[in-house]
C-alpha cells in the first residue's frame, strides 16, 4: 500500500530529527539531507526500519558556479546565434585556467562553496511503493571523503567507484576503489565543473622512447559551444496562412 507523500516526509522527520526533508511538487519527490558524518548510519536505517531495499542509482555532484549565470539573454542580437561570451566557463578552459565570470563588465574567479561536492543516492521500497533521494554534501573540499555503503546495498559498488573516477570523492571502506572508466594514468576527474572539455593531457605515441607518452594539451583549442536562439519569423507564419487558404479553397471545390 502507497503511504502519502506527506506523512512518508514526516515520519522521516521525526526519525531524523537534525535533517532537512523537502518535497518537490507537484511530483512528490522526497529528499532526505544528510550529515557527511552520518552518511551510513543514516542509509542503514532507511533499509532496516524504511525498507528501503534497493538503491538504484548514486552519483556525485559538484557545486562549483551553481546559481551562476554567464548568459546576459538581455543583450542578445536579431541574429541570435552571436551573443558575446566574458570568463572562463566550464569547456573554454586551458592548462590551469580557473572559472570565472563577468560581473560589472570585469572578469572575477566564480566563487567556491564551503561544501562543493555531494553524493546522491536513489532509494526504492518495493513493499512500501515509495522512492526516496538522499544528498549528502561532502565537507572537505581538497580531499572528499565520505563512508561506502556497499556493506548495506552491494550493488553500490560500481556505482561509487564511478563517482570516485569523474569527481573524485572517496569513499571510505570500499573494497576496491579504483578508475572505472577512464584509464590508469588520466589526470584530474572529468565531471568536476574546472575540468577542461579538452582535458589535461594528451597522449601521443614518441618514435624516440618507443612508447606512449601523457604530456600537457598542446594541440586542441578550447571552444566556445553558443547556444544558438530560435526566435519568431514572419514567414512562417506567412506560409501557415497560404497553406490554410489553399486547404480551405480546396475544400469549397
Known sequence: MTEQTSSFSERLRARFPGMA??????????????AASAWHGTCRLLRDEFGFEQLSDLCGLDY?????????????TSAGFSRGVEGKSTGRLAWGDKLSMEDDQKIVPI????????????LISYQRNQRLRVRCRVDD??????????????????FERET?????????????????????GFVGHPFRKDFPLIGNVEVRYDEEKQRVIY???ASVVPRVGVARVVREDARYQTAFEDEKQRNQGGTEK
Open 21 to 34: 526533508v523537502s518535497v518537490a511538487q507537484p511530483r512528490g519527490e522526497v529528499t532526505l539531507e544528510v
Open 64 to 76: 562549483l558556479g551553481y546559481g551562476s549565470d554567464e548568459w546576459d539573454t538581455g543583450k542578445a
Open 111 to 122: 566563487p567556491v562553496p564551503q561544501r562543493r561536492f555531494a553524493v546522491v543516492a536513489q
Open 141 to 158: 573540499n581538497e580531499l572528499p571523503v565520505v563512508d561506502s555503503i556497499t556493506d548495506i546495498w552491494p550493488g553500490v559498488n560500481w
Open 164 to 184: 570516485f573516477d569523474l569527481f573524485g570523492i572517496v569513499f571510505r571502506g570500499h573494497p576496491d576503489l579504483r578508475r572505472i572508466l577512464t584509464d590508469y
Open 215 to 217: 604530456e600537457p594539451v
